[in-house]
């Protein structure tokens, strides 16, 4: 029996799509372990997939080194006697604990510094695996498996899972209503305005699908509350009672049942959208200068939105200058006839 130890990522939206990984993995080895060392945040995901055996904890915050302290953990784990471990973050800090552990075979792209940690290191050709779901899978397999085509059709995509008497629970406790479909907004996103979809065209597209019959929560974390009291505000006063802003006032764990529960869901590019492709919901993505190409919605029910070619770096710096142009330009109307093409189709 395979025992693997992995390094997981530390942002939601990549721990999903590392969900390929193992479910590649537990292809070729059916009867392997697969244990995950992630953030605790992330552990509500891992578990619900059933390829994870374990969620291990890591306790240490992104971007510190904390030799010492990785040292221990390292010697912590060498009991569990692991056959290899793959390492998906890039940095010399992740490949610091299988090498501690003293795993044998220690697997993961060239990365700065890692030649003594790892010792089976693999050069990314990313003109073969343009997509980060691809260069996590082509780590479960031989080296000598360089380009895309070489690896497995189709691509096993994520896969959580939710069960029905879950969303049972999440609906009663939220005081969500059984007699109006659910629509979800996902409006917020990592480094701020630049992702997101204006709060105005959210509002805009909530009023017209409530007066459709339908009701809107809308998910995201405590940050952008406002952004959702923005837009109850913006609503008819007879729409509001029909639209829950539940931004900031769910665990993951919740938001991930409540996704599950809604009939399609509208988001920017963030977590939630990659956790609403992996729960294979109707999905509406809005890109803007952010690359679909690197890191989209991986859903046969997703459609991407997005009126610019080319990637754009977005950082914190760029949330002085509010909301991004081509979302601006993203018209409710189009979300709206996507939207309902997918309901119309699921």
């Not at 590392?18 to 995901?45: F, G, M």
């Not at 065209?201 to 339908?214: F, M, R, T």
């Not at 109850?232 to 729409?239: G, N």
Request: net charge positive.
């Amino acid at each position: 029996m395979l025992k693997i130890l992995v390094i997981g990522p530390s942002w939601i939206g990549d721990m999903v799509m590392s969900q390929s990984l193992y479910r590649t993995i537990k292809t070729k080895y059916n009867e392997s372990i697969i244990d995950v060392i992630a953030p605790a945040w992330c552990h509500p995901l891992l578990s619900r997939m059933p390829e994870v055996d374990s969620a291990l904890n890591m306790p240490l915050d992104h971007g510190i080194l904390a030799l010492k302290k990785r040292y221990y953990l390292g010697k912590s784990l060498e009991t569990n006697n692991y056959d290899r471990a793959y390492v998906l973050p890039n940095s010399f800090k992740s490949a610091l604990i299988p090498f501690f552990a003293g795993i044998k075979h220690r697997i993961g792209w060239r990365g700065e510094m890692r030649y003594l940690v790892l010792n089976d290191i693999r050069i990314l050709n990313k003109v073969e695996f343009p997509m980060m779901v691809e260069r996590y899978i082509a780590l479960g397999y031989d080296e000598s498996s360089t380009f895309s085509h070489q690896l497995p059709h189709p691509i096993l995509w994520p896969k959580l899972v939710v069960n029905e008497d879950e969303k049972q629970i999440i609906i009663k406790k939220f005081a969500l209503s059984n007699y109006r479909l659910i629509i979800g907004f996902c409006i917020g996103a990592e480094f701020g305005p630049a992702k997101i979809w204006p709060h105005y065209h959210y509002a805009a597209l909530a009023e017209q699908l409530i007066a459709e019959g339908y009701q809107l929560i809308l998910l995201g974390s405590i940050k952008d509350h406002k952004i959702g009291n923005a837009i109850i505000q913006m609503l008819l006063e007879s729409s509001r009672k029909h639209c829950k802003n539940l931004v900031g006032q769910t665990q993951l764990e919740e938001a991930v049942i409540l996704l599950a529960h809604c009939v399609a869901v509208v988001s920017n590019d963030s977590g939630l959208m990659h956790i609403t492709a992996a729960l294979n919901r109707p999905l509406v993505a809005l890109y803007g200068p952010s690359n679909p190409d690197f890191t989209p919605p991986l859903s046969h029910k997703a459609r991407v939105i997005r009126l610019i070619g080319g990637y754009y770096k977005v950082r914190y710096s760029d949330r002085k200058y509010g909301y991004h142009q081509s979302l601006i330009d993203i018209n409710p109307s189009r979300v709206h006839q996507e939207l309902i093409t997918l309901l119309n189709l699921d």
